[in-house]
């Protein structure tokens, strides 16, 4: 598969291999009305097991996936993104003849979450015993195990020889109850919600594979479903009847209660952890969440009181928010929100949701090397300056800038390009064939107050954008601006992070202060302090060139005190000469939150200007700004080591 696997055994031994569902979660964005008055959805990874293993691996532990998806643009999204993930997609097999499962899911009230599942014949309901990989099954301490997949003949036989295969290893099985009636025939296709039906047969085929396992994990509705009884104490005594499993009832605002040994004579007795009550905003995805938290503390052998409450909030976390697996904690957010005091509207914290989403952004870079051809304004003036009105050309230009990057690339994620909507269209769309970093303005040209292309409300011309795009934005803001232009400009840097949060992209701000005043040591470094002081948290900075190692270290500290994770900062050109952007860079190298740089017109000015009068053709085109973005690449990685080297 996509991401080959880990070592077998030793220090590279997986923690847990997960089995079963995934698929695609498509949930309204819409909150409080029915699915019938949702107009618009998110994708994410779902499928329980999918979830738990996401889970998992933001916690630190070193997770697997047993599964199927079709061999079509959600399944191959789905291997994508748990490789982003640090999921192990080796057990993930492609199935040509069936369609990825999907599942509609809305959030109605906090007590009600319609849901339909897309299951029928299905990519992961086909898994079967033959899918089963001894040696991936035994690179694993343990395996979970999930009751959905007990409802169809083939998935139940993977599901048994998998958990065997486990055993014979010398590893440990874990069972996720799961129970959704509809996926047993048991309630009506739009009823995917209900979790409980009383059945006699459902009941006999769950029991079959607690002499299996070792731990065993469910609600109490799952309780009741497994022991065959809707008293839950006698369900619990039926169950440890037929396994000696650690026992774990969730029970949701109130936590959960652990039975290692006999069931005691209340659910009281049982072994608990701190609970968390928090408002509930939506509680599909909450199991998931609190089966990779107890994972994460049964697997490292930690006290049974320490894994319920680790696995308690997890599952407060993500019923504190939308959508399943993207809910899921770090084990950095997770520690600070077991060391701090928390509002009851869980998701309002600022504080916890930046660290949710600095901690779980996918694809850190050392650096990067952007060509920026994002420049409308300059080529509109080249245009016009040459006599030339075909904008089509512009179009084309900026494609063979693509080509230039790529072939110098040559598909290495640090490179990078800057591509607006308007003349690099094309360009932009060809670019989601790559793996490089894309960057696109949201600025219109050289406004001051800041103003935006597109919609009035900027978060609408965001939700058009594909989610790998990160919004770049140029303001020109100085310390010493009046109040009126700061508020202005300020007001607007808020709502275009609001709506790079709400629509999922990360933001890259650049400023440029030298055109609108002086600059010292300590100007980019207050201006720095004072974004952060209005709640913006930009993933990348871009910032002006500069031979003053001063500043360069004040906009560092700055940044850092306020955000340790920021992802870093790239050099801007200012179409300087390329003598005076080597120095810059060199400069700015010694910085390690300094990555790279994203320059343009340095690179491409002068040729953009012979290819359109003729001068040199394509290809010649394309050769020269390759060997502009050389120079600067070599230059920075140069400067780069000279500052390990010393």
């Keep these: 598969m996509a991401q080959q696997g880990q070592e077998r055994g030793g220090e590279n031994r997986l923690d847990v291999v997960t089995l079963g569902r995934a698929g695609i979660d498509l949930y309204g964005e819409q909150i409080g009305g029915r699915l019938e008055d949702m107009a618009s959805f998110a994708k994410y990874i779902g499928g329980s097991p999918t979830n738990t293993a996401v889970g998992a691996a933001r916690l630190g532990l070193r997770a697997g996936l047993i599964a199927r998806v ?46 339909i599942f897309y299951r029928e014949n299905c990519a992961d309901m086909a898994l079967c015993a033959d899918d089963i990989d001894p040696d991936f099954v035994a690179s694993a301490g ?32 874990v069972f996720d109850i799961d129970y959704r009636p509809v996926l047993w025939g048991l309630a009506s296709k739009d009823n995917g919600e209900d979790r409980f039906v009383a059945d006699q047969c459902v009941t006999e085929a769950l029991q079959r594979v607690l002499p299996l396992c070792d731990l065993i994990v469910g609600t109490e509705e799952e309780i009741h479903i497994l022991g065959g009884s809707t008293d839950t104490l006698a369900a619990l005594r039926a169950i440890r009847a037929q396994s000696s499993a650690l026992l774990v009832c969730k029970r949701g605002a109130e936590g959960c209660v652990a039975f290692p040994d006999a069931v005691p004579a209340s659910l009281d007795a049982g072994i608990v952890g701190r609970g968390f009550p928090i408002e509930v ?21 930690m006290p049974l009181e320490k894994c319920c409450e680790i696995a308690n909030a997890c599952g407060a976390l993500v019923v504190s928010r939308h959508g399943c697996a993207p809910a899921m904690a770090s084990w950095d957010e997770l520690r600070h929100f077991l060391a701090g005091q928390w509002p009851h509207r869980l998701r309002e914290s600022a504080e916890l949701e930046q660290l949710h989403w600095s901690t779980n952004r996918h694809g850190e870079r050392d650096e990067l090397t952007v060509l920026a051809i994002d420049h409308r304004s300059q080529f509109d003036n080249l245009l016009a300056e040459l006599g ?73 011309t965001l939700r058009d954008w594909p989610t790998n795009h990160v919004v770049k934005c140029l303001v020109f803001y100085h310390p010493d601006d009046d109040a009126e232009m700061r508020a202005r400009q300020d007001r607007q840097l808020l709502r275009l992070f609001d709506a790079c949060r709400r629509t999922r992209h990360e933001f890259l701000l650049e400023i440029i202060a030298s055109k609108h005043g002086p600059v010292d040591s300590g100007t980019i470094a207050s201006v720095i302090d004072h974004v952060y002081s209005l709640g913006i948290y930009p993933d ?46 060199v400069a700015a190298a010694p910085f390690p939150l300094v990555k790279g740089f994203a320059v343009g017109r340095t690179i491409f000015h002068d040729v953009a200007q012979q290819w359109l009068t003729g001068a040199i053709d394509d290809e010649a085109a394309i050769t020269a700004l390759g060997e502009n973005l050389r120079v600067l690449a070599d230059g920075w990685r140069a400067a780069r080591s000279a500052r390990v080297a010393a």
């Excluded at 060139?545 to 360069?552: F, L, Q, R």
């Design 388 to 460: 030339e009105s075909d904008e089509a050309r512009i179009h084309h230009f900026k494609n063979l800038a693509l080509e230039a990057l790529h072939r110098m690339g040559a598909g290495d994620p640090n490179y990078g390009v800057l591509l607006d909507g308007r003349f690099g269209a094309r360009a932009l769309e060809a670019a989601a064939d790559h793996p490089y970093w894309i960057g696109r303005p949201i600025e219109v040209p050289g406004s001051r107050p800041l103003l935006f292309e597109g919609s009035h409300d900027v978060g609408m």
């Design 70 to 115: 079709g061999a079509d643009h959600f399944g191959r999204f789905i291997v994508e993104e748990l490789n982003r993930e640090g999921v192990v997609t080796d057990g993930v097999r492609t199935d040509p003849d069936r369609l990825t499962a999907l599942a509609i899911l809305g959030i109605r009230d906090p007590d009600t979450f319609p849901l």
């Design 281 to 301: 905003f939506n509680v599909l995805g909450a199991g998931d969440a609190f089966m990779a938290g107890f994972l994460r503390g049964w697997l490292k052998d």
């Design 540 to 585: 990348w900075w871009k910032l002006e060139p500069t031979t003053d190692a001063a500043a360069w270290a004040a906009s560092e500290t700055a940044i850092l005190r306020h955000d340790p994770l920021c992802r870093g900062i790239v050099l801007l050109g200012l179409s300087a000469p390329r003598d005076e952007v080597l120095a810059g860079i």
């Design 142 to 173: 343990a395996l979970l195990i999930n009751g959905t997949h007990l409802s169809q003949p083939g998935v139940f036989d993977a599901s048994i020889k998998a958990a065997r295969l486990m055993k014979a290893a010398g590893g440990r099985v």
